[in-house]
């Protein structure tokens, strides 16, 4: 099991959760944030922080957005295990469905 960040981080990349996560495996997308799955280790440090509520337990994830949690885990099908995201910096590789999103409103 793993965190996932969901579509209120699409076009928001607040990056609050990058700066609390422990272990350095949130990545990031063009267009938003991942969980690498086997790097996460589960600690919940990244849920609270988040200021719109985009990342759940895998198994809490909201059914209408259900299709973030492969997204979380196609995100690094390239990518592989880099074993940190410090040393990768931005990737440009989310998922199809991520990029045909419309432009997200700001959530302020």
Avoid at 51 to 79: G, R
Wanted: glycine content about 6%; charged content about 25%.
């Amino acid at each position: 099991m793993t965190y996932v960040i969901a579509q209120p981080c699409v076009d928001l990349l607040d990056k609050a959760c990058i700066e609390e996560c422990p272990v350095d495996c949130i990545y990031e997308g063009d267009r938003m944030l991942y969980i690498h799955p086997d790097e996460c280790v589960d600690c919940g440090a990244c849920e609270p922080v988040c200021p719109v509520e985009a990342i759940y337990y895998e198994d809490d994830v909201p059914d209408e957005w259900k299709e973030y949690t492969k997204a979380n885990v196609d995100f690094f099908n390239e990518l592989g295990s880099p074993g940190g995201a410090s040393k990768v910096g931005k990737v440009s590789a989310d998922p199809a469905f991520v990029k045909a999103l419309p432009p997200q409103a700001s959530h302020e």
